[in-house]
Protein backbone atom coordinates (compact mmCIF):
# COMPACT_ATOMS: atom_id res chain seq x y z
CA UNK A 1 0.00 0.00 0.00
CA UNK A 2 1.62 2.99 -1.14
CA UNK A 3 -0.62 6.02 1.04
CA UNK A 4 1.31 6.86 3.73
CA UNK A 5 -1.54 8.45 5.60
CA UNK A 6 -4.12 6.88 8.10
CA UNK A 7 -7.90 7.09 7.95
CA UNK A 8 -8.09 9.60 10.94
CA UNK A 9 -7.30 13.43 10.40
CA UNK A 10 -9.28 16.45 11.38
CA UNK A 11 -8.77 20.29 9.33
CA UNK A 12 -10.74 22.83 7.87
CA UNK A 13 -11.61 22.78 4.11
CA UNK A 14 -9.82 26.16 4.07
CA UNK A 15 -6.44 25.17 4.65
CA UNK A 16 -6.56 22.72 2.23
CA UNK A 17 -4.85 24.38 -1.45
CA UNK A 18 -6.80 22.51 -4.94
CA UNK A 19 -4.27 24.06 -7.09
CA UNK A 20 -1.11 22.53 -7.74
CA UNK A 21 -0.31 19.11 -9.33
CA UNK A 22 2.61 16.40 -9.32
CA UNK A 23 4.96 17.27 -11.57
CA UNK A 24 5.85 14.08 -13.70
CA UNK A 25 8.55 15.41 -16.04
CA UNK A 26 10.97 12.56 -16.74
CA UNK A 27 9.08 10.26 -14.63
CA UNK A 28 7.69 6.99 -15.72
CA UNK A 29 4.09 6.63 -15.43
CA UNK A 30 4.38 2.80 -14.50
CA UNK A 31 5.70 3.00 -11.58
CA UNK A 32 2.41 5.10 -10.29
CA UNK A 33 0.85 2.72 -8.78
CA UNK A 34 -1.17 1.12 -5.67
CA UNK A 35 1.28 -1.22 -4.98
CA UNK A 36 4.52 1.27 -5.07
CA UNK A 37 5.83 3.63 -3.34
CA UNK A 38 7.62 7.05 -4.10
CA UNK A 39 6.94 11.13 -4.99
CA UNK A 40 3.34 9.86 -5.34
CA UNK A 41 1.82 9.18 -2.40
CA UNK A 42 -0.65 10.92 -0.22
CA UNK A 43 1.45 12.01 3.49
CA UNK A 44 4.20 13.88 1.60
CA UNK A 45 5.69 16.97 2.33
CA UNK A 46 5.62 18.96 -1.37
CA UNK A 47 6.84 22.16 -2.18
CA UNK A 48 6.49 24.72 -5.18
CA UNK A 49 8.12 23.55 -8.30
CA UNK A 50 7.91 26.64 -10.06
CA UNK A 51 6.03 30.19 -9.89
CA UNK A 52 5.81 30.94 -13.43
CA UNK A 53 2.61 29.55 -14.48
CA UNK A 54 0.48 32.51 -12.76
CA UNK A 55 1.32 34.16 -16.15
CA UNK A 56 -0.83 32.04 -18.35
CA UNK A 57 -3.70 29.82 -17.41
CA UNK A 58 -4.18 27.71 -14.77
CA UNK A 59 -5.21 25.00 -16.54
CA UNK A 60 -4.63 23.40 -20.18
CA UNK A 61 -2.59 21.68 -23.09
CA UNK A 62 1.11 22.88 -21.57
CA UNK A 63 2.86 26.03 -22.98
CA UNK A 64 4.14 24.71 -26.07
CA UNK A 65 0.20 23.50 -26.91
CA UNK A 66 1.05 20.04 -27.09
CA UNK A 67 0.77 19.18 -23.46
CA UNK A 68 3.22 16.84 -21.23
CA UNK A 69 5.28 13.72 -22.90
CA UNK A 70 4.62 11.69 -20.33
CA UNK A 71 0.81 12.50 -19.40
CA UNK A 72 -0.03 12.00 -23.51
CA UNK A 73 1.96 8.86 -23.66
CA UNK A 74 -0.21 7.63 -21.32
CA UNK A 75 -3.52 7.97 -23.45
CA UNK A 76 -1.93 6.36 -25.96
CA UNK A 77 1.19 6.65 -28.94
CA UNK A 78 1.70 9.87 -29.61
CA UNK A 79 4.59 9.21 -32.12
CA UNK A 80 3.12 7.76 -35.08
CA UNK A 81 2.69 10.32 -38.39
CA UNK A 82 -0.61 11.32 -39.77
CA UNK A 83 -2.27 9.44 -36.95
CA UNK A 84 -4.83 11.46 -34.69
CA UNK A 85 -4.11 11.62 -31.03
CA UNK A 86 -5.40 13.14 -27.88
CA UNK A 87 -3.48 15.54 -25.55
CA UNK A 88 -3.92 15.55 -21.99
CA UNK A 89 -5.23 18.37 -20.13
CA UNK A 90 -3.19 19.65 -16.99
CA UNK A 91 -3.06 21.22 -13.74
CA UNK A 92 0.04 24.11 -14.94
CA UNK A 93 1.21 24.72 -11.41
CA UNK A 94 2.98 21.94 -10.23
CA UNK A 95 4.57 20.63 -6.90
CA UNK A 96 7.58 18.10 -5.88
CA UNK A 97 8.46 16.20 -2.92
CA UNK A 98 10.37 18.62 -0.71
CA UNK A 99 13.10 17.88 1.18
CA UNK A 100 15.65 19.48 4.19
CA UNK A 101 15.20 23.25 4.45
CA UNK A 102 12.95 23.19 1.88
CA UNK A 103 10.15 25.92 2.03
CA UNK A 104 7.45 23.36 2.42
CA UNK A 105 3.80 23.71 1.08
CA UNK A 106 1.90 21.29 2.53
CA UNK A 107 1.21 17.35 2.98
CA UNK A 108 -0.72 15.97 -0.11
CA UNK A 109 -3.84 14.50 0.67
CA UNK A 110 -4.56 12.15 -2.05
CA UNK A 111 -1.93 9.98 -3.88
CA UNK A 112 -1.33 10.19 -7.89
CA UNK A 113 -1.90 7.20 -9.62
CA UNK A 114 -1.67 5.83 -13.04
CA UNK A 115 -2.46 2.60 -12.70
CA UNK A 116 -4.10 0.56 -9.57
CA UNK A 117 -2.57 -2.39 -8.45
CA UNK A 118 -3.06 -5.07 -11.32
CA UNK A 119 -1.55 -2.89 -14.05
CA UNK A 120 -5.49 -1.67 -15.01
CA UNK A 121 -5.45 1.98 -15.92
CA UNK A 122 -6.72 3.66 -13.40
CA UNK A 123 -8.19 6.40 -16.73
CA UNK A 124 -10.49 3.97 -17.22
CA UNK A 125 -11.78 3.17 -13.95
CA UNK A 126 -12.49 6.45 -11.90
CA UNK A 127 -14.70 4.64 -9.20
CA UNK A 128 -11.85 2.57 -8.26
CA UNK A 129 -10.19 6.06 -8.25
CA UNK A 130 -12.27 7.63 -5.52
CA UNK A 131 -11.88 4.21 -3.67
CA UNK A 132 -8.49 4.38 -3.56
CA UNK A 133 -8.54 8.24 -2.30
CA UNK A 134 -6.35 9.11 -5.79
CA UNK A 135 -6.22 11.67 -8.58
CA UNK A 136 -4.75 11.26 -11.93
CA UNK A 137 -1.42 12.12 -13.43
CA UNK A 138 -1.80 16.47 -14.09
CA UNK A 139 -4.88 16.86 -12.16
CA UNK A 140 -4.92 18.53 -9.21
CA UNK A 141 -3.79 17.06 -5.64
CA UNK A 142 -5.50 18.65 -2.15
CA UNK A 143 -2.40 19.81 -0.04
CA UNK A 144 -2.91 20.24 3.89
CA UNK A 145 -1.53 23.41 5.22
CA UNK A 146 -3.00 23.19 8.54
CA UNK A 147 -4.62 20.27 10.67
CA UNK A 148 -4.32 17.23 12.58
CA UNK A 149 -3.62 13.99 10.60
CA UNK A 150 -2.32 10.43 11.53
CA UNK A 151 0.56 9.20 8.88
CA UNK A 152 1.67 5.06 9.20
CA UNK A 153 5.07 4.30 9.66
CA UNK A 154 6.45 4.66 6.12
CA UNK A 155 5.79 8.37 6.21
CA UNK A 156 8.54 8.77 9.12
CA UNK A 157 12.16 8.47 8.78
CA UNK A 158 13.14 5.23 10.50
CA UNK A 159 15.79 6.01 13.56
CA UNK A 160 14.24 9.84 13.62
CA UNK A 161 10.67 8.66 14.87
CA UNK A 162 9.19 11.72 16.86
CA UNK A 163 7.90 11.22 20.40
CA UNK A 164 4.87 12.58 22.09
CA UNK A 165 5.36 16.74 21.91
CA UNK A 166 8.63 16.52 19.98
CA UNK A 167 8.69 19.15 17.19
CA UNK A 168 8.29 17.50 13.58
CA UNK A 169 10.54 18.42 10.53
CA UNK A 170 11.09 17.81 6.98
CA UNK A 171 13.12 14.64 6.40
CA UNK A 172 14.31 13.14 2.80
CA UNK A 173 11.57 12.47 0.40
CA UNK A 174 9.18 13.93 1.76
CA UNK A 175 9.18 12.17 5.08
CA UNK A 176 8.58 13.49 8.55
CA UNK A 177 11.56 12.92 11.33
CA UNK A 178 12.09 14.58 14.89
CA UNK A 179 13.78 17.77 14.73
CA UNK A 180 16.17 17.06 16.82
CA UNK A 181 18.28 19.33 16.01
CA UNK A 182 18.46 18.86 12.89
CA UNK A 183 18.19 22.33 11.28
CA UNK A 184 15.48 20.77 8.58
CA UNK A 185 12.35 23.08 8.12
CA UNK A 186 10.00 22.61 10.94
CA UNK A 187 6.32 21.51 9.57
CA UNK A 188 4.47 20.58 13.06
CA UNK A 189 3.91 18.90 16.70
CA UNK A 190 3.53 14.89 17.22
CA UNK A 191 0.70 14.67 19.46
CA UNK A 192 0.50 11.27 19.56
CA UNK A 193 2.56 7.69 18.81
CA UNK A 194 0.80 4.20 18.60
CA UNK A 195 1.09 0.64 17.65
CA UNK A 196 -2.26 -1.48 16.10
CA UNK A 197 0.16 -4.19 17.07
CA UNK A 198 -0.35 -3.97 20.22
CA UNK A 199 -4.02 -3.94 19.70
CA UNK A 200 -4.15 -6.61 16.87
CA UNK A 201 -2.90 -9.57 15.95
CA UNK A 202 0.67 -8.92 15.40
CA UNK A 203 1.14 -11.66 12.73
CA UNK A 204 -1.84 -10.59 10.62
CA UNK A 205 -0.95 -8.00 7.79
CA UNK A 206 -2.18 -4.48 9.15
CA UNK A 207 -4.18 -2.89 5.96
CA UNK A 208 -3.70 1.11 7.74
CA UNK A 209 -0.05 0.20 9.03
CA UNK A 210 1.26 1.51 5.30
CA UNK A 211 3.04 -1.23 4.07
CA UNK A 212 1.84 -4.10 6.60
CA UNK A 213 5.60 -5.06 8.15
CA UNK A 214 4.46 -2.83 11.21
CA UNK A 215 1.47 -0.80 12.72
CA UNK A 216 3.05 1.75 14.21
CA UNK A 217 1.33 5.57 13.59
CA UNK A 218 2.14 8.79 14.42
CA UNK A 219 -0.67 11.92 14.91
CA UNK A 220 0.95 14.94 13.73
CA UNK A 221 -0.10 18.74 13.86
CA UNK A 222 0.91 20.10 10.62
CA UNK A 223 0.99 23.93 10.82
CA UNK A 224 2.71 26.01 7.99
Keep these: MANRLLPFRQYNEHFVVNLFSLDVSGATLSGFTHAASGAHDAGTLVKVTDGSWAAGEP ?108 LVSLGAGGKFRAEGGSGNTVVGKCLGVGNRGDVYDPQSADYFAGDGSTGAYYIIKIDL
Design 59 to 166: AGYGSDGQGSTELNAYLGETGYPHVGRNVNPEAAPKFEVASGTDIVLGVTLNQTLAFDENGEKLLYYRQKALELQAVLPGEVVPVLTKGIITVAASAVIAGNEPSVGD
